[in-house]
């Protein structure tokens, strides 16, 4: 029996075209929602009537990832991702953005995201330890938590404070530039994950100064590990009984001197020697000075903020 319904393109003559404004909205919000949120603040909204309701929903913000492609210090970014937050109306389950952030910013997620599930950060240069500590102890859902190449001090006991305010944690990406021997030996890190994380089922230390004391306690203390990556943790001496352990236990295992290609970020391995009290020396980038912005108090609340209002100001 023949079906009674028909494809666009099976009853479409030549030269005849679909007009998208007539798409059902559920289907306009299936693609929309895939352009993410620069584009469809900067663009999709300012379509049609229609595009900037449906861009408006909070169902569109559930997820939101904003990466920085312009300058250091573009105040833009910060202020377009706290309008998405906004938008989100307490609803938002994942967030990821980068080249930019503060602790003021994770402070605004906190507050306002408390389905939050997954965070993720990279290049933030202006997170500190005590920002970080700050905006997650209000997270108590968090699953995943990305923290790759923020310049933090004192990094191991926002970890101890991380894993005790969320029991639910289960993928920990917390990576750096890797440094080649001689380098300072810490297991700080290493510690404070097998002390507060037990639940873990994926970490990524890339970059990471622990050694094979430390990498023992976080396989003694995080039974339910299946993916564990040790890139550039030239430390560990990744042989003989330790390295049958992991692999007997693990599930996915990547060794120190494994291959970088897919690894996202810069893979540049430094031969220099590292300080341990040195934070910054993990990330080689301009002075803060070079992109160092400030926001007013003003402008950090953009609870009624709109990206197209004063258009001129926001990018330059």
């Not at 105040?75 to 609803?91: A, I």
């Not at 300072?184 to 994926?202: N, W």
């Not at 564990?228 to 042989?239: S, T």
């Amino acid at each position: 029996m023949a079906s009674s319904s028909s494809s666009p393109s099976s009853t479409m003559k030549e030269g005849e075209y679909v007009n998208w404004l007539e798409l059902p909205p559920e289907l306009t919000s299936s693609i929309l929602i895939r352009l993410g949120a620069i584009e469809i603040v900067d663009n999709a909204q300012e379509v049609c009537r229609s595009w900037r309701r449906l861009c408006k929903d909070p169902s569109m913000w559930r997820r939101i990832v904003i990466h920085n492609t312009g300058e250091f210090g573009d105040p833009y970014y910060e202020r377009l991702c706290r309008h998405t937050v906004d938008r989100s109306q307490g609803g938002l389950v994942e967030i990821e953005f980068s080249y930019f952030g503060s602790d003021s910013l994770l402070s605004y997620i906190a507050d306002r995201s408390h389905k939050l599930r997954s965070l993720k950060v990279a290049m933030g240069y202006k997170i500190t330890s005590e920002g970080l500590m700050h905006a997650v102890s209000k997270l108590p859902l968090l699953e995943e938590l990305e923290v790759s190449y923020c310049p933090l001090s004192g990094e191991a006991e926002a970890l101890k404070v991380i894993g005790q305010s969320c029991p639910n944690l289960k993928t920990l990406k917390k990576n750096c530039v890797g440094y080649r021997r001689p380098r300072d030996e810490s297991d700080d890190v290493a510690l404070a994950i097998a002390e507060t994380m037990p639940g873990l089922c994926y970490l990524q230390l890339f970059g990471d100064s622990l050694t094979e004391a430390g990498l023992n306690a976080i396989l003694s203390a995080c039974p339910n590990l299946e993916h564990l990556d040790l890139r550039q943790c030239f430390n560990v001496n990744f042989v003989g009984d330790l390295e049958k352990r992991c692999f007997e236990r693990i599930k996915v295992v990547r060794p120190p001197n494994d291959s970088v290609r897919d690894y996202p970020f810069d893979a540049t391995v430094n031969d220099d020697v590292c300080s341990s009290d040195d934070d910054y020396s993990d990330v080689d980038i301009m002075s803060e000075d070079e992109f160092y912005y400030d926001l007013s108090e003003d402008a950090s609340d953009s609870s009624d903020f709109d990206p197209y209002e004063d258009y001129d100001d926001l990018l330059y």
